[in-house]
């Protein structure tokens, strides 16, 4: 791929940028939670997330490369909805207030929640979003929905009707576990009512050019354990272009991208047959 050292520099160098704030807000983080490394490794990893992402959240919403597209998909949203990884809400401005009854927004990391909640309230959705403690993936998404009761808690199987108009995910499938993704979007077709609509903005990986791949595969050793367990190699878009019982299938990498960035956006308007 034709494309200078200086270009390709530039580029993944982003990357090193956003790994350098992430190291940045550690001390704060153990600083702000002395004892949560100990007590909690885990939550330790959700507050060091927020930290920064408070920061790299706003910015990333309003970027000229994504605003546009995730607003393309997630205007469309309505009735009762699920967002997956909402995050702190850096991209509910997007919703179009009255066209939405609720926002169910599954987002595992607890410390978020707060930021989200300021954001609908900012954007006209104070009310209509209720933050729940779950990923995307089935073991953790559908008991949340249980204890939220949009599931029956008696029965196993998901309703044949559905339960939601829209399910939301913009760049969040890439923290989701990676070998669950099959199984995540059966279950997002399936809690689909028919007719309703998977509408996704998410990053996949580049699977076109050699020097970035090779990369990729090396950052992937700690882009994700910086990252908030975000991947570089996700595949959600041919997840679904396999998955069958969509009427309309529309899934497209974007216009802007060129072949060799690191990160391949991909967004889909996928309706429920
Ligand atoms: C890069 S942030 C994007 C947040 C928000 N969607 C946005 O665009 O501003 C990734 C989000 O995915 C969430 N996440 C982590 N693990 C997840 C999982 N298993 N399922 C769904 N989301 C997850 C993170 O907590 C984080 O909020």
Redesign the pocket.
Same mark, same amino acid.
């Given at each position: 791929m034709a494309v200078s050292i200086i270009t390709r520099i530039q580029g993944y160098s982003v990357h090193w940028v956003m790994l350098a704030l992430a190291l940045v807000y550690l001390p704060i983080t153990l600083i702000s939670h002395p004892f949560l490394l100990i007590t909690s490794p885990s939550s330790f990893r959700s507050a060091w997330?927020e930290s920064y992402?408070r920061i790299l =959240?706003p910015l $990333?919403?309003t970027s000229d490369l994504q605003a546009g597209h995730v607003e393309q998909v997630l205007s469309r949203a309505k009735g009762t909805v699920l967002e $997956? #990884?909402? #995050? #702190?809400g850096?991209?509910i401005y997007h919703y179009k207030a009255d066209q939405v009854d609720k926002i169910y927004a599954?987002?595992?990391?607890t410390f $978020?929640h707060p930021a989200l909640l300021r954001n609908a309230e900012k954007h006209g959705l104070k009310g209509k979003v209720i933050p729940l403690e779950a =990923?995307?993936?089935p073991g953790?998404l559908l008991p949340a929905l249980k204890k939220a009761r949009l599931l029956s808690s008696t029965t196993s199987g998901l309703p044949e009707e559905g339960v939601f108009d829209s399910i939301v995910a913009?760049? %969040? $499938?890439c923290?989701?576990?990676q070998d669950q993704l099959a199984a995540t979007v059966a279950v997002v077709q399936a809690l689909l009512k028919p007719g309703g609509e998977f509408l996704f903005f998410e990053h996949v990986a580049n699977d076109s050019d050699k020097v970035t791949m090779s990369y990729a595969w090396i950052m992937n050793w700690i882009w994700p354990v910086m990252m #908030?367990? %975000?991947h570089l190699n996700g595949k959600v878009d041919k997840v679904v272009l396999g998955t069958g019982g969509w009427e309309v299938r529309n899934v497209q990498t974007i216009g802007e991208f060129q072949g060799w960035e690191v990160l391949r956006y991909v967004k889909g308007i996928c309706r429920k047959a």
């Open positions: 997330f992402f =959240g $990333l919403a $997956l #990884g909402p #995050g #702190g850096d991209q599954a987002e595992p990391n $978020l =990923g995307a993936e953790s913009i760049k %969040c $499938l923290s989701a576990p #908030g367990n %975000c």
